[in-house]
Protein backbone atom coordinates (compact mmCIF):
# COMPACT_ATOMS: atom_id res chain seq x y z
CA UNK A 1 0.00 0.00 0.00
CA UNK A 2 1.53 3.44 -0.73
CA UNK A 3 1.62 5.95 2.52
CA UNK A 4 1.07 9.20 2.06
CA UNK A 5 2.44 11.88 4.44
CA UNK A 6 1.81 15.36 4.84
CA UNK A 7 3.51 17.98 6.41
CA UNK A 8 3.00 20.25 8.54
CA UNK A 9 0.15 18.85 10.57
CA UNK A 10 -0.43 22.23 11.60
CA UNK A 11 0.23 25.66 10.90
CA UNK A 12 -0.47 29.48 12.15
CA UNK A 13 0.09 32.14 9.23
CA UNK A 14 -1.35 35.83 9.09
CA UNK A 15 -3.48 36.85 6.71
CA UNK A 16 -2.33 37.54 3.22
CA UNK A 17 0.80 35.01 4.04
CA UNK A 18 1.73 32.62 1.48
CA UNK A 19 0.97 28.87 2.69
CA UNK A 20 2.53 25.76 1.58
CA UNK A 21 1.81 22.01 2.62
CA UNK A 22 3.67 18.81 1.25
CA UNK A 23 2.77 15.50 0.42
CA UNK A 24 4.72 12.71 0.03
CA UNK A 25 4.32 9.16 -1.66
CA UNK A 26 6.19 6.35 -0.46
CA UNK A 27 6.31 5.39 -3.77
CA UNK A 28 6.05 7.08 -7.15
CA UNK A 29 2.13 7.86 -8.51
CA UNK A 30 2.31 10.26 -11.72
CA UNK A 31 0.33 12.77 -10.85
CA UNK A 32 -2.43 10.94 -9.30
CA UNK A 33 -3.22 13.15 -6.76
CA UNK A 34 -6.22 15.46 -5.62
CA UNK A 35 -6.14 18.04 -2.91
CA UNK A 36 -9.46 18.46 -0.98
CA UNK A 37 -10.25 21.25 1.67
CA UNK A 38 -12.59 20.70 4.55
CA UNK A 39 -13.90 23.09 6.82
CA UNK A 40 -15.34 22.40 10.57
CA UNK A 41 -18.60 20.28 9.94
CA UNK A 42 -18.06 20.30 6.33
CA UNK A 43 -17.98 17.70 3.60
CA UNK A 44 -14.65 18.14 2.03
CA UNK A 45 -14.11 19.88 -1.16
CA UNK A 46 -12.79 19.50 -4.08
CA UNK A 47 -9.53 21.70 -4.48
CA UNK A 48 -6.90 20.36 -6.88
CA UNK A 49 -7.13 17.64 -8.87
CA UNK A 50 -4.32 15.87 -11.40
CA UNK A 51 -1.51 17.50 -8.91
CA UNK A 52 -2.11 20.62 -10.61
CA UNK A 53 -5.29 21.16 -12.22
CA UNK A 54 -7.53 23.49 -10.17
CA UNK A 55 -11.21 22.76 -10.02
CA UNK A 56 -13.67 24.90 -11.53
CA UNK A 57 -14.88 27.80 -9.31
CA UNK A 58 -11.54 27.04 -7.04
CA UNK A 59 -9.38 30.68 -6.01
CA UNK A 60 -6.82 31.16 -8.38
CA UNK A 61 -4.39 31.52 -4.85
CA UNK A 62 -4.95 27.71 -4.50
CA UNK A 63 -2.09 26.11 -6.70
CA UNK A 64 -0.96 22.65 -6.47
CA UNK A 65 2.81 21.02 -8.07
CA UNK A 66 4.66 18.14 -8.05
CA UNK A 67 5.01 14.78 -9.45
CA UNK A 68 6.11 11.09 -8.78
CA UNK A 69 6.25 11.54 -5.28
CA UNK A 70 6.41 14.96 -3.68
CA UNK A 71 3.36 17.15 -3.86
CA UNK A 72 2.96 20.76 -2.78
CA UNK A 73 -0.56 22.65 -2.36
CA UNK A 74 0.25 26.34 -1.95
CA UNK A 75 -2.17 29.21 -1.13
CA UNK A 76 -0.27 32.06 -2.28
CA UNK A 77 -2.70 34.89 -0.22
CA UNK A 78 -4.30 33.14 2.61
CA UNK A 79 -7.41 34.41 3.66
CA UNK A 80 -9.70 34.20 6.50
CA UNK A 81 -12.29 31.60 4.72
CA UNK A 82 -9.29 29.29 3.99
CA UNK A 83 -9.30 28.08 7.37
CA UNK A 84 -9.94 24.71 7.09
CA UNK A 85 -8.10 21.15 7.04
CA UNK A 86 -6.74 20.51 4.20
CA UNK A 87 -6.08 16.52 2.94
CA UNK A 88 -4.20 14.83 -0.09
CA UNK A 89 -5.31 11.91 -1.11
CA UNK A 90 -3.55 9.50 -4.40
CA UNK A 91 -5.30 7.58 -6.72
CA UNK A 92 -3.06 5.56 -8.38
CA UNK A 93 -3.90 2.32 -6.80
CA UNK A 94 -6.00 1.05 -3.99
CA UNK A 95 -6.30 1.46 -1.23
CA UNK A 96 -6.78 5.46 -2.33
CA UNK A 97 -5.21 6.76 0.45
CA UNK A 98 -5.40 10.23 2.08
CA UNK A 99 -2.51 11.94 3.46
CA UNK A 100 -3.40 12.96 7.70
CA UNK A 101 -4.23 16.00 6.67
CA UNK A 102 -3.12 20.36 7.22
CA UNK A 103 -4.92 22.07 9.91
CA UNK A 104 -5.09 25.69 8.85
CA UNK A 105 -5.40 28.67 11.54
CA UNK A 106 -4.89 32.44 11.12
CA UNK A 107 -2.30 33.83 13.48
CA UNK B 1 -27.36 18.85 -10.58
CA UNK B 2 -25.07 16.21 -9.08
CA UNK B 3 -26.81 14.93 -5.50
CA UNK B 4 -25.36 12.01 -3.49
CA UNK B 5 -28.21 11.71 -0.34
CA UNK B 6 -27.36 9.82 2.48
CA UNK B 7 -29.03 7.74 4.88
CA UNK B 8 -29.82 8.79 8.40
CA UNK B 9 -27.73 8.69 11.79
CA UNK B 10 -27.33 5.89 13.42
CA UNK B 11 -27.06 4.24 16.82
CA UNK B 12 -25.95 0.72 16.93
CA UNK B 13 -24.49 -1.68 19.98
CA UNK B 14 -20.87 -3.15 19.59
CA UNK B 15 -21.10 -6.35 17.60
CA UNK B 16 -24.16 -5.40 15.25
CA UNK B 17 -23.85 -4.26 11.84
CA UNK B 18 -25.25 -1.03 9.77
CA UNK B 19 -25.77 -0.38 6.66
CA UNK B 20 -25.28 3.35 4.79
CA UNK B 21 -27.53 4.06 1.70
CA UNK B 22 -26.45 6.80 -0.96
CA UNK B 23 -29.27 7.65 -3.39
CA UNK B 24 -27.25 9.38 -6.78
CA UNK B 25 -28.88 11.69 -8.88
CA UNK B 26 -28.31 13.63 -12.18
CA UNK B 27 -25.79 11.52 -13.43
CA UNK B 28 -25.49 8.08 -14.86
CA UNK B 29 -25.12 5.45 -11.73
CA UNK B 30 -23.29 2.96 -14.32
CA UNK B 31 -21.23 5.99 -15.85
CA UNK B 32 -18.89 5.82 -12.23
CA UNK B 33 -18.11 4.56 -9.42
CA UNK B 34 -18.53 5.35 -5.64
CA UNK B 35 -15.76 5.70 -2.75
CA UNK B 36 -16.69 5.17 0.43
CA UNK B 37 -14.82 7.28 2.90
CA UNK B 38 -15.01 7.70 6.98
CA UNK B 39 -13.84 10.29 9.70
CA UNK B 40 -13.33 9.68 13.16
CA UNK B 41 -14.72 12.62 15.57
CA UNK B 42 -11.77 14.87 15.46
CA UNK B 43 -9.21 12.48 13.16
CA UNK B 44 -8.82 12.69 9.44
CA UNK B 45 -9.98 11.12 6.30
CA UNK B 46 -9.72 6.98 6.29
CA UNK B 47 -10.81 5.37 2.46
CA UNK B 48 -12.77 2.43 3.01
CA UNK B 49 -13.20 0.55 -0.85
CA UNK B 50 -15.15 1.59 -3.81
CA UNK B 51 -17.99 0.08 -5.76
CA UNK B 52 -18.19 0.19 -9.91
CA UNK B 53 -21.76 1.36 -10.57
CA UNK B 54 -21.39 -0.34 -14.25
CA UNK B 55 -20.19 -3.89 -13.15
CA UNK B 56 -20.44 -3.94 -8.64
CA UNK B 57 -16.76 -4.70 -8.64
CA UNK B 58 -15.38 -3.69 -5.28
CA UNK B 59 -12.02 -2.98 -3.86
CA UNK B 60 -11.60 -2.24 0.06
CA UNK B 61 -9.38 -1.20 2.15
CA UNK B 62 -7.30 -4.18 3.95
CA UNK B 63 -8.28 -2.62 6.91
CA UNK B 64 -12.00 -3.60 6.57
CA UNK B 65 -11.77 -6.79 4.71
CA UNK B 66 -14.39 -9.00 5.51
CA UNK B 67 -15.99 -7.01 7.67
CA UNK B 68 -17.56 -4.61 5.04
CA UNK B 69 -19.50 -5.16 2.06
CA UNK B 70 -20.58 -2.63 -0.58
CA UNK B 71 -23.19 -3.31 -3.05
CA UNK B 72 -25.39 -0.82 -5.56
CA UNK B 73 -28.47 -1.06 -6.75
CA UNK B 74 -28.78 0.14 -10.13
CA UNK B 75 -32.52 0.33 -10.69
CA UNK B 76 -32.43 3.14 -7.76
CA UNK B 77 -29.32 4.35 -8.15
CA UNK B 78 -28.03 3.56 -4.71
CA UNK B 79 -25.34 2.47 -3.30
CA UNK B 80 -24.69 0.89 -0.02
CA UNK B 81 -22.08 0.30 2.32
CA UNK B 82 -23.01 -2.68 5.02
CA UNK B 83 -20.21 -3.14 8.12
CA UNK B 84 -20.55 -5.75 10.43
CA UNK B 85 -18.98 -6.55 14.00
CA UNK B 86 -19.37 -2.57 14.75
CA UNK B 87 -16.96 -1.46 17.87
CA UNK B 88 -16.53 2.05 19.52
CA UNK B 89 -13.89 2.44 17.40
CA UNK B 90 -16.44 2.34 14.25
CA UNK B 91 -18.01 5.13 14.97
CA UNK B 92 -17.52 7.92 12.79
CA UNK B 93 -19.54 9.96 10.39
CA UNK B 94 -19.32 7.92 6.67
CA UNK B 95 -19.41 9.42 3.48
CA UNK B 96 -20.19 8.17 0.02
CA UNK B 97 -18.45 10.14 -3.01
CA UNK B 98 -18.42 9.91 -7.00
CA UNK B 99 -15.35 8.91 -8.74
CA UNK B 100 -14.05 7.89 -11.75
CA UNK B 101 -15.76 4.33 -13.30
CA UNK B 102 -12.20 2.89 -13.21
CA UNK B 103 -11.14 5.18 -9.38
CA UNK B 104 -8.54 6.55 -11.17
CA UNK B 105 -9.92 10.46 -10.12
CA UNK B 106 -11.12 12.73 -7.58
CA UNK B 107 -14.31 12.77 -5.90
CA UNK B 108 -15.68 15.60 -7.15
CA UNK B 109 -19.38 14.74 -5.31
CA UNK B 110 -19.82 14.18 -2.14
CA UNK B 111 -22.72 12.48 0.33
CA UNK B 112 -23.76 15.18 3.14
CA UNK B 113 -22.39 12.00 5.51
CA UNK B 114 -23.94 9.82 8.16
CA UNK B 115 -23.30 9.54 11.33
CA UNK B 116 -22.57 6.20 13.45
CA UNK B 117 -22.68 6.17 16.89
CA UNK B 118 -21.43 2.95 18.48
CA UNK B 119 -22.02 2.39 21.75
CA UNK B 120 -23.47 0.08 24.40
Known amino acids: DIQMTQSPSSLSASVGDRVTITCRAS??????LTWYQQKPGQVPKLLIY???TLQSGVPSRFSGSGSGTDFTLTITSLQPEDVATYYC?????????FGGGTKVEIK | QVLLVQSGAEVKKPGASVKVSCKVS????????ISWVRQAPGQGLQWMGW????????NNAQKFQGRVTMTTDTSTSTAYMELRSLTSDDTAVYYC?????????????WGQGTLVIVSP
Open chain 2, 97 to 109: ARIPFDSRGPSTY
Open chain 1, 89 to 97: QEYNSAPLT
Open chain 1, 27 to 32: QGITNY
Open chain 1, 50 to 52: DAS
Open chain 2, 26 to 33: GYTFTNYG
Open chain 2, 51 to 58: ISGYNGNT
